[in-house]
């Protein structure tokens, strides 16, 4: 199980979308205060239910697929999923709420965005590996 690229993979992806639900970590900052979620200039993922929810989410899902080793196709599908479901909501619903607060001109990344998107890039590495783990099994597979 350890002794496998992927699992560090997922290891460190169920990190990175962990760190983003620290309640002291932002995802996204501005020059001056907004309405809603900005009204601090600070818009923390904690803050919002999509954005909580979608990190939990995709850490725990990242956490379990490291523990589906042994059927890699679930594996595969699951550490995708965690994936998109990251890369839908961080991207889009983040930068929704920022454009929705009319102050997009002001819009600085944190570090929870930053975090995000590394984990974005680390999980389509486990899937990559899992993806060519799968086709090595399959290709001793015929030889046999």
Same mark, same amino acid.
Do not use: C, H
């Given at each position: 199980?350890?002794?496998? @690229?992927?699992?560090?993979?997922?290891? !460190?992806?169920?990190?990175?979308?962990?760190?983003?639900?620290? %309640?002291?970590?932002?995802? &996204?900052?501005?020059?001056? %205060?907004?309405?809603? !979620?900005?009204?601090?200039?600070?818009?923390?993922?904690?803050?919002?239910?999509?954005?909580?929810?979608?990190?939990?989410?995709? &850490?725990?899902?990242?956490?379990?697929?490291?523990?589906?080793?042994? /059927?890699?196709?679930?594996?595969? @599908?699951?550490?995708?999923?965690?994936?998109?479901?990251?890369?839908?909501?961080?991207?889009?619903?983040?930068?929704?709420?920022?454009?929705?607060?009319?102050?997009?001109?002001?819009?600085?990344?944190?570090?929870?965005?930053?975090?995000?998107?590394?984990? @974005?890039?680390? /999980?389509?590495?486990?899937?990559?590996? @899992?993806?060519?783990?799968?086709?090595?099994?399959?290709?001793?597979?015929?030889?046999?």
């Amino acid at each position: 199980m350890i002794q496998r @690229i992927q699992t560090i993979w997922l290891l !460190v992806t169920a990190v990175l979308f962990g760190l983003e639900y620290w %309640p002291e970590l932002s995802f &996204a900052s501005t020059m001056s %205060p907004g309405e809603g !979620v900005f009204a601090d200039s600070l818009l923390k993922t904690s803050e919002d239910s999509v954005l909580s929810g979608a990190s939990l989410t995709s &850490a725990l899902m990242a956490l379990i697929a490291v523990f589906l080793y042994k /059927n890699r196709e679930s594996q595969l @599908i699951v550490a995708a999923l965690s994936g998109l479901i990251q890369a839908v909501a961080f991207i889009g619903w983040g930068f929704y709420l920022v454009y929705k607060s009319g102050l997009f001109q002001q819009f600085r990344a944190d570090f929870a965005l930053y975090s995000g998107m590394a984990g @974005i890039f680390v /999980n389509w590495l486990a899937t990559r590996a @899992i993806r060519k783990d799968a086709a090595l099994v399959k290709s001793m597979d015929r030889l046999r």
